[in-house]
């Protein structure tokens, strides 16, 4: 079935640079101090770092998802800018526009907050469809058209969007295709009760004082981000996801099904958890951990049918053969 000869940790890889694995540990570490009461955001937030993807969070307002993405900012040392979206911003307040050069007789280009690694989109879906677009091109293929001239953005490039729920006043809801370029959708949901009392003792000016800067660097981010081609995938797991992907565009409470990005980025996420647990090879349960949340907003349901639950059906039905 194409399982590789001999499966191994990542730990005995001899590709693996052993000061690398320990900056990946203190990352995970760092990590997991965020949210302690969430170990699965916590998963899911690093898997879509390492696998060069994206991330939605969708909740109510005041409930930390803000300070949750500059926490990761901060951790990774990377450049954030941070666009509150509203039904005035427009497409040049996020990717530029052209500002005329008395002194030079010529027009010369001004980057929006776009050309950053980390763009923090806060409250994405209250923008118009029209500036919610601008992201598309950017989200996809990591440039942006100026002019008709592209121009590449800053590596790496992570897009963290929250989003109010849809029901909220004054929310546009996002299209399908701006949803396939987020690699997961979490809920963040209220901290549990010992956490929030313990939010409240501090009751703190500054929640990000006491997250260390930099604990992995850009140059050691994008050697594990290389490493997730390097992660096995043997036939009878590419063979699953075919299936499950397949049942997404069958399913009588379904829609829309799961696009070929959308499978691919959930194997890509599948491989990322794999490089968490050290491991250099992908298991099923890598890819039922990762599915409601990887796949879930990739559907459209009939009705208010929640997408993660009917992923999780499919997945129940469908044997790893």
């Known amino acids: 079935m194409g ?35 969430k170990p699965q955001v916590v998963t899911l937030a690093s898997c879509a770092i390492m696998s060069c993807g994206h991330l939605l969070l969708e909740d109510v307002p005041g409930i930390g998802k803000t300070t949750f993405i500059k926490a990761i900012a901060k951790l990774l040392g990377l450049s954030m800018k941070r666009v509150q979206f ?54 996809g293929e990591g440039s942006v058209t100026v002019n008709g001239h592209p121009e590449v953005l800053p590596r790496p490039f992570i897009v963290f969007a929250t989003q109010n729920p849809n029901e909220s006043i004054g929310t546009y809801p996002l299209p399908e295709s701006q949803l396939d370029r987020f690699s997961a959708r979490i809920k ?39 490493d997730i081609d390097r992660i096995l995938v043997a036939d009878r797991i590419v063979s699953f996801v075919k299936r499950i992907v397949d049942a997404t565009r069958q399913h009588e409470a379904i829609k829309v099904g799961v696009s070929t990005r959308g499978g691919v980025s959930w194997l890509r996420m599948a491989k990322a958890r794999a490089l968490l647990e050290e491991r250099n090879y992908v ?36 044997q790893i053969e």
């Open 3 to 37: 399982i590789p000869a001999k499966e191994t940790n990542f730990n005995d890889s001899n590709e693996t640079n052993p000061l690398l694995r320990e900056a990946l540990r203190n990352f995970k570490r760092q990590m997991d101090r965020l949210t302690p009461d």
């Open 86 to 139: 509203t039904s005035d911003v427009l497409p040049a307040d996020i990717i530029g526009h052209e500002v005329y050069d008395p002194a030079a007789q010529k027009f010369s280009f001004q980057r929006g907050p776009v050309f950053s690694q980390i763009l923090l989109a806060d409250e994405l879906n209250r923008a118009s469809p029209r500036t919610q677009s601008a992201l598309l091109e950017a989200m």
């Open 188 to 226: 963040l949901d209220y901290p549990g009760r010992e956490r929030e009392e313990a939010i409240f003792r501090k009751a703190t000016l500054d929640p990000l004082a006491n997250v260390p800067a930099g604990v992995l660097s850009a140059d050691q981010l994008a050697s594990l981000q290389a």
């Open 283 to 318: 298991i099923p349960d890598d890819l039922i951990y990762l599915a409601p949340a990887t796949l879930g907003h990739r559907i459209s349901t009939s009705g208010n049918g929640d997408g993660g639950q009917v992923i999780l059906q499919i997945i129940a039905q469908t």
